[in-house]
């Protein structure tokens, strides 16, 4: 039962002072790597996919494999999209089962941060899912030298921070206090007294991206002030990368020899994070308190009148087209009964994410259009029940 509410998760960490790693992935041997680091300290742990990266992998080829690993993980999990630039990819995100979203538009005037973001978690909600909202403006690209972004640094403001968590209703809020995507030099100077502020004034779990560099105890006062997820990604990248000129240079040659090692290195630097930030040994407690990530299935049955083979298949073919494109869909299968006799003839297999969902799908105005000129017209004689999983398929 790995898969678990992310709220639930990071209102844990936030009502008990320790923070959550997030950390990005670029592989399967980050994936394999961070969970290992994860179960080996008994921590909860989020797995991330940044948008910024989806130059380097395919995302809706790697995140079956990420639901997969999380699902078998022994500790509780949340998958996150971050730095979400849209709501058609926050959308994609959450259909290929991510179930945390992050909305970047803090680079844009707080109106329109607002405005954006309220459009996102209003499609989030209806899926379940909480979100994650910036405010302020943290430079930097992960996993890049800060100095080929040198955007200008925006401090998060106590009053604007009230007022956008209050007109979005984001759940965790990302702030900028200081810290910086990739690397940077020198030493970040982090503006505590405004943390502890924007803290007392929310009350809700906050992030820091641009972990990478900080001190073991700029991340303890930063936990100290309501931080509950941390960002981490740069440090991983570098480490990993160490490996690999290591093996260069002792003239490892080929794919698998060059990257032979990175695993364990990563997951090493992941155990350091979790020691460090207090999440280890917290599994079992958010196992506990945390709802379990459950999907919904929506079944029909049924038997088509005035339409032949040919206009049946297109018709589920035109569904599983619009279906799968609405928000909180996971997938759209479409069956005929083996035996031609069969009391009903065919069958939909809508997957939801959520249980909410069943609610959202139903009024969604692409399922409503559908149903209305296509499905029902020739779908008189149905049984529509939906289902929700019993337990997580891998328990
Ligand atoms: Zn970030």
Known sequence: MPLV??????????????????????????????????????????????????????????????????????VPVAIHLDHGASLDSAVQAI??????????????????????????????????????GELGYVPGVEGEDAERHPGEMAYTT?????????????????????????????????????LAQINQALGIPLVIHGGTGLSDDQFRQLIDNGVAKINYYTALADAAGRVIAANAS????????LVAGIGDTIQA??????????????ADAVLEKARPWRAVEHVIIYNVEGLDEAGTHAMMAEGRRVLSAIPGVLEV?????????????????????????????RDHPDHMAFAD???????????SIDYQDVEDSSS
Request: negative net charge; hydrophobic residues 45%; aromatic residues 8%.
């Open 5 to 74: 509410n992310m709220k639930d998760m990071l209102d844990h960490a936030h009502a008990n002072g320790y923070a959550v790693g997030a950390f990005d992935l670029v592989s399967l041997d980050f994936l394999d790597a961070i969970l290992r680091g994860a179960e080996s300290r008994r921590a909860p742990v989020i797995l991330s996919l940044a948008e910024s990266h989806f130059a380097y992998f395919n995302f809706q080829t790697l995140m079956p494999a990420v639901v997969a690993a999380a699902r078998h993980s022994t």
């Open 95 to 132: 259909n290929l089962g991510c179930n945390g979203i992050m909305v970047d538009s803090s680079s844009a005037p707080l109106e329109e941060n607002i405005r954006l973001t309220r459009k996102i978690v209003t499609m989030a909600r209806g899926c379940g899912i909480p979100v994650e």
């Open 158 to 194: 106590v009053d604007e921070a009230r007022r956008y968590v209050a007109e979005t209703g984001v759940d965790f809020l990302a702030v900028s206090i200081g810290t910086v995507h990739g690397r940077m030099r020198g030493k970040p100077e982090l503006d505590f007294q405004r």
């Open 250 to 257: 002792r003239e490892a040659r080929g794919y698998t020899a």
């Open 269 to 282: 630097e992941v155990e350091r994070c979790i020691d460090l930030w207090g999440s280890a040994d917290r």
């Open 333 to 361: 299968v479409t069956a005929e009964a083996l035996k031609e006799d069969a009391a009903y003839r065919y069958s939909w297999l809508v997957r939801f994410c959520h249980p909410a969902v069943v609610d959202s799908y």
């Open 373 to 383: 000129q296509h499905f029902r017209p020739v779908a008189g004689e149905r049984i």
